[in-house]
């Protein structure tokens, strides 16, 4: 599978699909974002399993505010709708590989109980 990319209409029923999804938040005119896109797109041929999607911040600026990234590339994991991987800046090849991997074996039974538990206790401090 190759890259899609995602506007401020598809971002949100993109990232809270079934399944992993990874957002490349980019810009034209960023040059770690061009070295980090021949790599992702080379993940997304060899993780036909993942969604692998593009979002161009500078077309999509408020959506970026949104996300609040400060520093591009960022790269962001969802799985099952959870975020579980957020960071700024490109990786090496074998790097971004291995954070697939990782977010492929995930517990997510772990995740979702982590969240809740998050939840209580933001709950319980208001």
Not at 26 to 42: D, I
Not at 57 to 63: F, K
Request: aromatic share 8%; with cysteine.
């Amino acid at each position: 599978m190759s890259t899609i990319n995602v506007t401020e209409e598809s971002f949100e029923s993109t990232v809270t699909a079934d399944g992993i999804v990874f957002v490349d938040a980019w810009a034209e005119w960023c040059g770690p974002c061009k070295a980090f896109a021949p790599t992702y797109e080379k993940a997304s041929e060899t993780h036909a399993d993942v969604t692998f999607a593009k979002l161009d911040t500078e077309a999509n600026q408020q959506l970026a505010a949104a996300l609040e990234i400060q520093a591009i590339p960022t790269l962001m994991a969802f799985r099952d709708g959870i975020m579980v991987y957020r960071n700024a800046g490109a990786l090496p090849p074998a790097a971004f590989d291995d954070l697939v991997n990782q977010v492929k074996a995930l517990d997510m039974d772990d995740v979702r109980r982590q969240v809740e538990e998050q939840n209580r206790q933001l709950d319980a401090e208001n």
